[in-house]
């Protein structure tokens, strides 16, 4: 069965950079904008407790004015149920989140906090919210989204594209291994996290990956040639993958 392959664009660092000084500039929503009309399938923000980057009113103005579906990752925490809930994007990812991180280190623990874990992801489903996880790729963390009755998994790219030499083969086997189990369980897969040109191609490959969030890449090569180049760029790395492999490209 060919699936379509689309691809989500994280603006969060085009915040970052904002905050690096204060002011406007640069507008992480005209950001937004460019990557609907350069081919994102959505747009994907992480609204952090500590407000790094995006912030509440960003959230509120994608959502007046995005075309495209905004994918807000998000902790499990009230506060940001709250804000979820509020302004109902069409997909919530909760993500795992620790202050003193850089960047998100790894994925949820699903398998070990499905107590906690339940009750927001039943709210955000009874909103109408689509609800995702962000996991490694682990088929005891499958099994547990399928227990809190999450219909999407996102999984967790980083060890794949920070790896080396064998040790990328390995990582990328369980990618693989992983999206397979996501299959036969019934879960909508997802993939991310530190993709590049470099990396992206066999994981686009995979059949039953139907999105990619892709976010600080993009946004460090716009410095350097234009986000729209960027994201046209990533898209056709994408598109080549999955045709080669037997798929297609979202519409």
Same mark, same amino acid.
């Given at each position: 069965m060919k699936r379509v392959l689309r691809l989500g664009v994280n603006i969060d660092h085009v915040a970052t950079i904002r905050n690096a000084r204060g002011g406007r500039h640069p507008d992480p929503i005209r950001a937004a904008k460019l990557a609907e009309d350069a081919?994102?399938?959505?747009?994907?923000?992480?609204l952090r407790e500590d407000r790094r980057h995006i912030s509440d009113d960003d959230i509120a103005a994608l959502m007046a004015k995005l075309e495209v579906p905004l994918n807000l990752e998000m902790a499990a925490t009230d506060e940001m149920l709250k804000i979820a809930l509020r302004h109902r994007p069409h997909a919530a990812c909760i993500v795992p989140e620790k202050r003193e991180e850089r960047t998100t280190e790894g994925g949820?623990? &699903?398998?070990? #906090?499905?107590?906690?874990?339940k009750p927001y992801v039943e709210a955000l489903k009874k909103a109408g919210i689509?609800?995702?996880l962000f996991i490694e790729p682990d088929a005891a963390q499958l099994e547990a989204a399928v227990r809190l009755g999450a219909p999407v998994v996102e999984l967790h790219t980083g060890a794949y594209c920070e790896a080396r030499g064998r040790n990328r083969e390995t990582q990328y086997r369980r990618l693989l291994d992983a999206a397979g189990v996501a299959e036969t369980l019934g879960l909508e897969c997802? &993939?991310?996290? #530190?993709?590049?040109?470099?990396?992206?191609?066999?994981?686009?490959?995979?059949?039953?990956?139907?999105?990619?969030?892709?976010?600080?890449?993009?946004?460090?090569?716009a410095i350097f040639g234009g986000l729209e180049s960027a994201i046209k760029r990533m898209r056709a790395l994408m598109d080549k993958a999955r045709s080669e492999a037997g798929g297609e490209r979202s519409a």
């Open positions: 081919g994102a399938d959505g747009i994907t923000a992480h949820l623990d &699903a398998a070990g #906090g499905r107590r906690h874990l689509r609800v995702s997802h &993939a991310g996290h #530190g993709l590049t040109y470099t990396t992206v191609g066999p994981v686009a490959a995979i059949p039953t990956i139907v999105e990619l969030n892709i976010g600080h890449f993009l946004i460090g090569e």
